[in-house]
């Protein structure tokens, strides 16, 4: 019996698996493809270019201009932003969420409810043990008899909770969100308004209407934050829900309660700093003034130079939230094109990030520059190649690998 539970819950993972990696894919995702792709082409044709110079069907010439051209289109393919999809990512991560705690609880909970047709004991000499509910059947239930099944438990069973539940989820699954709603209505009802089931009921309901928590999910999730303070499912979602009334203080604090609880799951944290970051910035173009207490979760740097950005006070009102900010990183002794470079917005500063061999144009590593010449430029003109009234840092020359953090201040003004 022991191997069957071993099994089950492997096949349950399994199954979480199926279900989270569409999730997981963004639109985010698919402009880091194309770049993945466009990177792959740049590569081959400074490749072809060399093959070129080397064999003297190229002058220097040509080539320098032809390999500037392509590293141009590269630069400006970093230059574009990412596409989002209004709230998709904290509705994405937080029905992750969902998934990772209430799906095991399902798959457990049909099994005893239902009843398996048949199981081998493969660690026993093969007897097989007949399960009443199987009518000397081999065949698993299918998705139609699991449904009639739980919709016959629960009209002649109405006070059963867990089967409620479980059609929840079902009908979840199935994208009848509308049902799945009145389901967790009912378990709400039976269980004395559970934490879970608040908030499986706001779940459902914001689907209903296209995601968003505003109304009645809302008060569902503050609901159960009230028994279950530290839920970071009910932070999650209650942090969305503020974040669409623009209450941009209570966002914030509730995505940063939620970090708490998801120390162990750093996917999760980058997750709820971005939306942080992204409240920040909402909040500064609606000149509100907002307060971040700061996150209690420390997570494992990536390998690379850790930058510090910041701006001098006197140009702060020079800038707009959303003017896109390039930090580069160039040959101490080379061409002026830049060999990495990173995208971010005026918004975000200050800021700290960390420079890494995901961030090269050409591939390669960081480690294969004995230096590099490192800057910032907050792009007024929206284009990455400097431009008169562009605000700028000095560039600093660093060290490869950097022993401590590099200051990067914008305090210039380009002529």
């Given at each position: 019996?022991?191997?069957?539970?071993?099994?089950?819950?492997?096949m349950?993972?399994?199954?979480?698996?199926?279900?989270?990696?569409?999730?997981?894919?963004?639109?985010?995702d698919?402009?880091?493809?194309?770049?993945?792709?466009?990177?792959?082409?740049?590569?081959e044709?400074?490749?072809?270019?060399?093959?070129?110079?080397?064999a003297?069907?190229?002058?220097?010439?040509?080539?320098?201009?032809?390999?500037?051209?392509?590293?141009?289109?590269?630069?400006?393919?970093?230059?574009?932003p990412?596409?989002?999809?209004?709230?998709?990512?904290?509705?994405?991560?937080?029905?992750?969420?969902?998934?990772?705690v209430?799906?095991?609880?399902?798959?457990?909970?049909?099994?005893l409810?239902?009843?398996?047709?048949?199981?081998v004991?493969?660690?026993g000499?093969?007897?097989?043990?007949?399960?009443?509910?199987?009518?000397?059947?081999?065949?698993?239930?299918?998705?139609?008899?699991?449904?009639?099944?739980?919709?016959k438990?629960?009209?002649?069973?109405?006070?059963?909770?867990?089967?409620?539940?479980?059609?929840?989820?079902?009908?979840?699954?199935?994208?009848?969100?509308?049902d799945?709603?009145?389901?967790?209505?009912?378990?709400?009802?039976?269980?004395d308004?559970?934490?879970?089931?608040?908030?499986?009921?706001?779940?459902?309901?914001a689907?209903?209407?296209?995601?968003?928590?505003?109304?009645?999910?809302?008060?569902?999730?503050?609901?159960?934050?009230?028994?279950?303070?530290?839920?970071?499912?009910?932070?999650?979602?209650?942090?969305?829900?503020?974040?669409?009334?623009?209450?941009?203080?209570?966002?914030?604090?509730?995505?940063?309660?939620?970090?708490?609880?998801?120390?162990?799951?750093?996917?999760?944290?980058?997750?709820?700093?971005?939306?942080?970051?992204?409240?920040?910035?909402?909040?500064?173009?609606?000149?509100?003034?907002?307060?971040?207490p700061?996150?209690?979760?420390?997570l494992?740097?990536?390998?690379?130079?850790?930058?510090?950005l910041?701006?001098?006070?006197?140009?702060?009102?020079?800038?707009?939230?959303?003017?896109?900010?390039?930090?580069?990183?160039?040959?101490?002794?080379?061409?002026?094109?830049?060999?990495?470079?990173?995208?971010?917005?005026?918004g975000?500063?200050?800021?700290?990030v960390v420079?890494?061999?995901?961030?090269?144009?050409?591939?390669?590593?960081?480690?294969?520059?004995?230096?590099?010449?490192?800057?910032?430029?907050?792009a007024?003109?929206?284009?990455?190649?400097?431009?008169?009234?562009d605000?700028?840092?000095?560039?600093?020359?660093?060290?490869?690998?950097?022993?401590?953090?590099?200051?990067?201040?914008?305090?210039?003004?380009?002529?």
């Amino acid at each position: 019996m022991m191997t069957f539970w071993i099994i089950a819950a492997l096949m349950t993972g399994l199954g979480l698996l199926v279900l989270l990696l569409p999730l997981r894919r963004k639109v985010g995702d698919i402009t880091d493809d194309a770049r993945a792709r466009n990177l792959r082409i740049a590569r081959e044709k400074i490749a072809e270019l060399d093959a070129e110079l080397a064999a003297g069907t190229l002058d220097q010439a040509t080539y320098d201009q032809a390999k500037e051209e392509v590293e141009q289109e590269l630069l400006e393919d970093v230059a574009l932003p990412d596409q989002h999809v209004a709230g998709g990512n904290s509705g994405t991560k937080a029905a992750m969420l969902m998934l990772l705690v209430l799906v095991p609880a399902l798959g457990f909970g049909l099994y005893l409810l239902l009843g398996s047709p048949r199981f081998v004991d493969v660690a026993g000499a093969g007897s097989v043990a007949e399960n009443p509910h199987a009518q000397g059947s081999d065949k698993a239930p299918t998705m139609a008899e699991i449904q009639e099944a739980l919709e016959k438990r629960v009209k002649e069973q109405p006070e059963d909770a867990e089967a409620w539940f479980m059609l929840g989820r079902l009908y979840a699954g199935m994208q009848r969100f509308a049902d799945a709603a009145k389901a967790y209505e009912q378990v709400a009802k039976l269980t004395d308004n559970h934490p879970q089931a608040l908030i499986a009921w706001a779940d459902a309901l914001a689907m209903t209407q296209g995601g968003r928590l505003s109304g009645k999910p809302y008060e569902l999730v503050k609901q159960a934050l009230d028994q279950a303070p530290d839920d970071p499912t009910a932070l999650w979602l209650a942090g969305q829900g503020a974040r669409e009334a623009n209450d941009y203080q209570n966002a914030i604090y509730y995505w940063r309660q939620a970090e708490a609880g998801l120390a162990d799951k750093p996917d999760f944290v980058m997750e709820l700093r971005d939306l942080i970051a992204s409240a920040k910035r909402a909040a500064a173009s609606a000149g509100v003034e907002v307060e971040d207490p700061g996150s209690s979760v420390d997570l494992a740097k990536p390998a690379g130079i850790e930058l510090r950005l910041s701006i001098a006070p006197e140009l702060q009102s020079k800038v707009k939230p959303d003017e896109p900010l390039f930090i580069f990183a160039k040959a101490v002794d080379g061409p002026p094109m830049p060999l990495a470079a990173i995208r971010m917005t005026a918004g975000e500063l200050p800021r700290e990030v960390v420079l890494t061999d995901a961030n090269l144009l050409r591939g390669g590593k960081l480690t294969d520059h004995k230096q590099l010449k490192i800057g910032a430029r907050i792009a007024r003109s929206g284009q990455p190649m400097a431009a008169s009234g562009d605000l700028q840092s000095a560039e600093v020359v660093v060290d490869v690998p950097a022993s401590e953090p590099v200051e990067l201040v914008i305090d210039q003004v380009v002529p």
